[in-house]
């Protein structure tokens, strides 16, 4: 390399008096940043604080012109009426909600006990066509909810599946699968096969290699891809409206949607109601914040 | 302990790929066997074939007296040991030692004796609670020796265990692995692409080409007398020097006249090669007794050797090796003769040792 002694040492001066110019460019680069990030921090977090504060005003309060941003009475009925019916007992409402936590759960839990293995196999195994199979599977997702749902009425009105949590249940395992099969194995194709190499000349077999030592380096993969499935059954919409009806089964998503559209809407009970589902995904997000960004990002860092 | 005994293996993996065409190995109980090759040869299959790891599209593998063709790996009672050293993760050292043991259920004093006995053999003591990550590359590969150790199993099969290692730790690591094998006596396959490894370790290498064995002799059989030109090829750095040869009155002549000591029984009306070892040829001041005329094309300073690049006459240069104190400089005349006893010579069309 052709450095010179007088630019080798010139480097030293130089840094300690960075050009004006350049400063100045660097510092207003940052400021407008700085605002741009802030422009778009208060367009998307507007509806929500918008919604937060709707839940705790007053209904007049709510409808007050011009909108009372700060001196407004706060008051905690809308969450009460959320939960309890006016007559007392339970309200329809946190009937959904148990509805969505059962629906959500046991439809997440089942695509991640069949999506981990069939992940594990497509992985580790020569599969006849395997890319042929893997292309199939998520080929599955390009179709929206909605271009699927009539005919699946159909079918479910043949079986007796209308209107029944397990026909939730049902159509949300068989949209998250693919889902998870496809995000699994780029977590498995990370795990060396050598430790299950190395188990079952340890004396283990193929399963136990697998239960033993693969799936517990699985496991933040694994809550990663739960979440997202999680998210996907817990906000679904389309496919509970068509494919439910009544209160005792109908999930939460359709229930809040079921408050608009009377003669007067209850806007406090609404934005209660849509607080208290928005909370439990975002408490799940911000618990496994550190996988998620290692599940999405998984692609990109490939080999 | 146990011999091995593979027969006719034959491996084609599901896309096609023929990994292992034909090999027939015996290697006896208690040898310390090299399978040696270029990347791509069938090495890691063959070893795996033989752990059960990946079972072989035709041909038989016996452990002891055993067909173990349809044995899974647990019950061929083997260790093996990997590139990637598979150390679990989650465990510290004393449990990854242990648990091949607690796999087999063995009670808790003795597996507590068996990693302590492991662990001062491979001198691990002080990184016995210590998790893999704060390990070193070589500080793995011994626990990954150590974790095949512990279970004293009938055989190891190493499958390039040192080429994660730098250069140094590597040769520390090859006499400690060739030490234990000889205090342990048991059967050892130990597969590398290094010849320099392949030679200091070996009783006996199998030389693999493109699925087949080559040859299967001692380390100086098979530098001395490679059995094929592939063989002749791929062994000594500088490998042999091919020299195309013709017999005329009793004598092996070389096109340049490169006069070389003819091997007795040499076949008549055939393209023949000679390989001559760099080390068989010297470079002389030119007119020297025997000698033909030559110059150096280029030299090659090793500081113990110097590698002389010389052209002969020949289409090819050949390669000599020379102590340091022999100085020619490059594009000087000189004169190139043969000193070594009788080369190994080969059929072009064959390819193989003829005499
Ligand atoms: N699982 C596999 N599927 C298909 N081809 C394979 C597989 N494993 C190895 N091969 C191919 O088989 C040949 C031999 O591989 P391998 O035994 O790993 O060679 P080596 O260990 O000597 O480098 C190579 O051409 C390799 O690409
Ligand atoms: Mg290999």
Redesign the interface.
């Known amino acids: 390399m052709a450095v010179s002694v007088g630019e080798a040492v010139s480097t030293g001066p130089v840094r300690d008096h960075t050009p004006p110019a350049r400063r100045f460019g660097g510092r207003g680069r940052s400021v407008l940043e700085v605002a741009l990030l802030a422009v778009l921090a208060v367009v998307m977090l507007f509806p929500v604080l918008w919604m937060i504060e709707t839940s705790i005003k007053e209904n007049r309060d709510v409808y007050a012109i011009p909108a009372k941003f700060f001196d407004f009475k706060v008051t905690m009925d809308h969450f009460k009426d959320v939960f309890f019916a006016s007559g007392g007992g339970r309200s329809a409402l946190s009937v959904s909600f148990l509805n969505s936590v059962v629906v959500a759960g046991v439809s997440t839990v089942l695509a991640t006990v069949l999506g981990v293995p069939a992940a594990w196999a497509y992985s580790r195994f020569?599969v006849?066509a395997k890319k042929d199979q893997l292309f199939f599977i998520l080929s599955t997702r390009f179709m929206p909810p909605v271009v699927v749902v009539i005919p699946i009425f159909l079918m479910y009105r043949q079986v007796g599946l209308i209107d029944t949590k397990l026909g939730l249940i049902l159509i949300y395992t068989a949209f998250n699968v693919p889902f998870t099969i496809w995000m699994m194995k780029g977590f498995v194709d990370e795990v060396?096969a050598?430790?299950e190499?190395?188990?079952?000349?340890?004396?283990?077999?193929r399963l136990q290699a697998f239960w033993r030592?693969t799936l517990?380096?699985l496991l933040p993969g694994i809550a990663a891809t739960a979440v997202f499935a999680l998210i996907f059954s817990w906000n679904e919409f389309v496919f509970a409206i068509f494919l439910t009806s009544s209160d005792t089964v109908r999930t939460a998503p359709p229930a809040i949607a079921g408050l608009i559209g009377g003669t007067t809407v209850d806007w406090g009970l609404v934005a209660a109601a849509s607080v208290v589902f928005a909370l439990p995904v975002l408490v799940f997000a911000y618990l496994v914040r550190k996988h998620l960004v290692a599940g999405v990002t998984l692609g990109a860092v490939r080999r | 302990m146990a011999g091995i005994e593979v027969t006719a293996l034959h491996k084609r993996?599901?896309?096609g790929t023929v990994a292992v065409d034909h090999v027939d190995l015996a290697i006896g109980d208690g040898e310390l066997f090299v399978m040696l090759g270029p990347s791509g040869c069938g090495k890691t299959t063959t070893l795996?074939a033989i752990?059960?790891?990946e079972r072989q599209t035709t041909g038989d593998i016996r452990i002891g007296d055993t067909l173990v063709n349809d044995l899974?790996?647990?019950e061929?009672d083997?260790?093996?040991v990997?590139q990637?050293y598979?150390l679990?993760?989650?465990l510290r050292t004393r449990d990854n030692l242990a648990?091949?043991l607690r796999?087999?259920g063995l009670p808790k004093p003795e597996v507590r004796e068996r990693v302590d006995e492991a662990a001062r053999l491979m001198r691990l003591g002080p990184l016995l609670d210590r998790r893999p990550h704060r390990l070193s590359g070589g500080e793995q590969q011994r626990v990954a020796l150590a974790r095949a150790l512990v279970?004293r199993p009938r055989a190891f099969l190493m499958d390039e265990p040192l080429t994660n290692l730098d250069a140094e730790l590597r040769a520390d690591m090859r006499t400690e692995i060739k030490h234990l094998q000889g205090e342990l006596g048991t059967t050892m396959v130990y597969v590398t692409h290094d010849q320099v490894e392949a030679m200091s370790l070996g009783h006996r290498i199998a030389i693999l080409n493109k699925g087949r064995v080559e040859q299967i002799g001692t380390p100086l059989e098979v530098y001395d007398r490679p059995a094929s030109l592939f063989c002749a090829a791929f062994i000594g750095s500088p490998p042999m020097n091919l020299i195309e040869v013709e017999v005329a009155d009793g004598e092996l002549r070389g096109k340049s006249g490169l006069v070389l000591t003819p091997p007795p029984n040499l076949p008549r009306d055939r393209s023949l090669v000679a390989g001559v070892r760099p080390e068989a040829l010297e470079v002389t001041e030119p007119g020297a007794e025997r000698s033909v005329p030559a110059r150096v094309v280029s030299a090659e300073w090793l500081g113990d050797e110097i590698i002389y690049v010389v052209d002969h006459g020949d289409q090819r240069d050949v390669r000599v090796r020379m102590p340091p104190t022999v100085r020619f400089a490059a594009d000087a005349p000189v004169g190139l003769r043969h000193t070594g006893g009788p080369p190994p010579v080969y059929d072009v069309s064959t390819e193989e040792l003829v005499a």
């Open positions: 020569a006849k060396p050598e430790y190499d190395a188990a079952m000349l340890d004396g283990y077999t030592f517990p380096l | 993996y599901p896309d795996r752990a059960g790891l899974p790996p647990a061929r083997i260790a093996m990997f990637f598979a679990y993760p989650h648990f091949p796999a087999e279970r």
